[in-house]
């Protein structure tokens, strides 16, 4: 791989956009008091070094393809459509609650979907388009779980139904 500069561009890039998406988690956790939705964002923190790892062993010719197993996704496109309203702005000005630091995990989720789901766009068929396609779906997963937990702080079940 070393001979192929636009291929180790592309890693390098991904592998920067890990970095920063763990530092992006770890500081939110710092943000928030509640314990439940620290361990979440640790555990996002942790899935994108799960990723930086996986793509630096591509960068360096440790793997086999097929390592990552694509699965089907649900979508719910929330954090697309979630528009900031009061009692978000005010979540700010303290500690930041569950929801919102779930809100906002999506919304990083959806973005890194989208690079890599855009990246992939303007590759030919073959290893590295299949590569980037398969980290666009781990994103997704990824903005699935946060929209989920966010569905759930947000609009949390009521007694009568």
Known sequence: MQGNTKIEKVLRTAIRKEKE???????????????STQD???FLADEELKHREFL????NGD????????????????AEHIEDDPEEKADMEGPM????????????E?????FYRDLSEIHPSGPIKDLLLRMAN?????KEKM???YANTAFPQTEGG
């Open 40 to 42: 979440t964002l640790n």
């Open 63 to 78: 793997l086999k393809e097929g390592t990552l197993r694509l699965s089907d996704v649900v979508d719910y496109k929330i």
């Open 110 to 114: 959806s973005q890194a979907h989208l």
């Open 21 to 35: 998406a763990r530092e992006f988690y770890l500081d939110l956790k710092g943000q928030v008091d509640d314990p």
């Open 147 to 149: 929209e989920y937990l």
């Open 138 to 142: 781990e994103e997704l997963k990824h």
């Open 56 to 59: 630096e062993n591509y960068l």
């Open 97 to 108: 609650t569950p929801r919102k630091a779930f809100l906002v995990a999506a919304r990083k």
